[in-house]
């Protein structure tokens, strides 16, 4: 299982790194997603990184503003999160995937949820 942290309060503008560690020590998965699902809301793909290799995705709203990285030395992989908006306010969640590169961004594909971390973005 995938535990999320990292999450809080943060002003419009500001940044956030959340992290994502697997609960063994290691990831046995091909890619690590980070979804976020606002109140009332579907739970969204933001990025993905495939754990071995260099396939990188992002959704379109966060491109340029959210950073996906990995750490091998760590087993983390996290999600650098700049300029912030209110919009951004969710729990934020990540997960594993053995699914193709096509189903990157298509939540059924993953497993291994862990809890979330919440962020949220206010003045």
Same mark, same amino acid.
């Given at each position: 299982?995938?535990?999320?942290? *990292? &999450? #809080?309060?943060?002003?419009?503008?500001?940044?956030?790194?959340?992290?994502?560690?697997?609960?063994?020590? %290691?990831? !046995? $998965?091909?890619?690590?997603?980070?979804?976020?699902?606002?109140?009332?809301?579907?739970?969204?793909?933001?990025?993905?990184?495939?754990?071995? *290799? &260099? #396939?990188?995705?992002?959704?379109?709203?966060?491109?340029?503003?959210?950073?996906?990285?990995?750490?091998? %030395?760590? !087993? $983390?992989?996290?999600?650098?999160?700049?300029?912030?908006?209110?919009?951004?306010?969710?729990?934020?969640?990540?997960?594993?995937?053995?699914?193709?590169? #096509?189903?990157?961004?298509?939540?059924?594909?993953?497993?291994?949820?862990?809890?979330?971390?919440?962020? %949220?973005?206010?003045?």
């Amino acid at each position: 299982q995938l535990q999320a942290s *990292g &999450g #809080g309060l943060v002003h419009p503008g500001g940044s956030l790194r959340l992290s994502c560690a697997a609960s063994g020590g %290691t990831f !046995n $998965t091909r890619f690590v997603g980070w979804f976020r699902q606002a109140p009332g809301e579907e739970r969204n793909f933001m990025a993905a990184i495939a754990w071995r *290799g &260099g #396939g990188i995705y992002y959704a379109d709203s966060v491109k340029g503003r959210f950073t996906i990285s990995r750490d091998y %030395t760590k !087993n $983390t992989v996290y999600l650098q999160m700049n300029s912030l908006k209110p919009e951004d306010t969710a729990v934020y969640y990540c997960a594993g995937s053995n699914g193709i590169v #096509g189903v990157v961004r298509i939540s059924t594909y993953y497993d291994s949820w862990g809890q979330g971390t919440l962020v %949220t973005v206010s003045s």
